[in-house]
């Protein structure tokens, strides 16, 4: 049975990789000449559908890069590869790709991370911020890991932020104080909001916003505990920082949910959040954020001896 092109190309390219050279040639240009193929191959395997296999061949590539000092085209290879995994290894979750070293005995290397080391070793920030925020979201929509996806995209952020791609930041950041928020890590939450709240400010383009991420902030304190103290301490100091906010419907929002909290007043509360709800549909976050603190009312309720 005759090899298929992208084999006959692989099997080329281990070939080349497997020699041991002439008087002419160089380990380093072996390795060049072996990326190429193995490129090729790859390439090849993804023309024929056969992902994994492309996956394979772009990382045995990318190593070949690395020896051969091509940063920039080893990360290349390695993303190359993570996307082939992708496809051929969903189950994967593109994080660890399983190939067989060339040079070493058979291992377990990082894919996207891989990517980022070499885009971070060549100053290239904004790309490394790419990719790291799609391990954040693998992380949080196919792993269900809260803590990893939430370091990922607080990292992706610095990263934008000192490449000056202040939007981009800070959505990370919202969706890094979200997750802190999910982990009842409502201090750092709280902290992560504020950070973007004050960037907003500064631009009239992204100004509207801040009163959402005040919103969340006093979501986090109320369900930090029914901490009544800090809620009516940070809707003041945002007050002074947007004397608007107090104004908006998300802040005569908080306000309202302060007063039946310190009240202990479980129907007044159900009947603020129906309200806003029919005016500002609330999400998924703000609704679970919202549970938390209503489930703080009932335990203190019953606390007292009773239900209200």
């Known amino acids: 049975m005759s090899k298929s092109p992208a084999q006959a190309l692989l099997d080329k390219a281990d070939k080349k990789v497997s020699s041991s050279g002439g008087w002419f040639s160089s380990a380093t240009s072996k390795y060049e000449e072996a990326g190429d193929l193995y490129q090729q191959a790859a390439n090849s395997f993804k023309i024929e559908k056969a992902f994994?296999?492309?996956?394979?061949?772009f990382a045995k590539e990318a190593e070949c890069r690395e020896n051969s000092k091509e940063q920039n085209e080893a990360a290349n290879a390695w993303w190359n590869a993570a996307k082939a995994y992708k496809r051929g290894f969903p189950q994967r979750k593109l994080l660890y790709l399983p190939i067989q070293s060339i040079s070493t005995p058979p291992s377990r290397y990082p894919g996207l991370k891989q990517t980022i080391v070499h885009l971070t070793q060549a100053g290239r920030f904004r790309q490394a911020a790419d990719r790291e925020k799609e391990i954040g979201q693998i992380h949080l929509q196919e792993n269900?890991?809260?803590r990893q996806a939430c370091e990922s995209y607080e990292r992706a952020g610095d990263w934008y932020a000192q490449e000056d791609a202040a939007a981009t930041a800070n959505a990370c950041y919202k969706d890094a104080a979200d997750l802190h928020a999910d982990l009842e890590e409502f201090p750092q939450a709280i902290a992560r909001y504020e950070q973007v709240a004050t960037h907003s400010?500064?631009?009239p383009l992204t100004k509207y916003s801040v009163k959402e991420y005040y919103l969340r902030s006093g979501l986090c304190s109320l369900a930090m505990q029914n901490d009544t103290v800090s809620a009516k301490r940070n809707l003041?100091?945002?007050?002074?920082?947007?004397?608007?906010y107090a104004t908006t419907r998300e802040g005569k929002f908080v306000?309202?949910?302060?007063?039946?909290?310190?009240?202990?007043?479980?129907?007044?509360f159900t009947g603020i959040v129906f309200e806003f709800d029919q005016v500002v549909k609330l999400d998924n976050w703000k609704t679970g954020m919202?549970?938390?603190?209503?489930?703080g009312l009932e335990d203190g309720a019953a606390d007292d001896g009773g239900i209200m």
């Open 201 to 203: 400010l500064s631009s």
């Open 52 to 57: 994994k296999e492309a996956g394979d061949a």
């Open 236 to 244: 003041a100091k945002y007050s002074e920082k947007d004397p608007s």
């Open 144 to 146: 269900n890991d809260l």
């Open 290 to 295: 919202l549970l938390k603190i209503k489930r």
């Open 255 to 268: 306000h309202a949910l302060i007063e039946a909290v310190e009240n202990g007043d479980q129907e007044a």
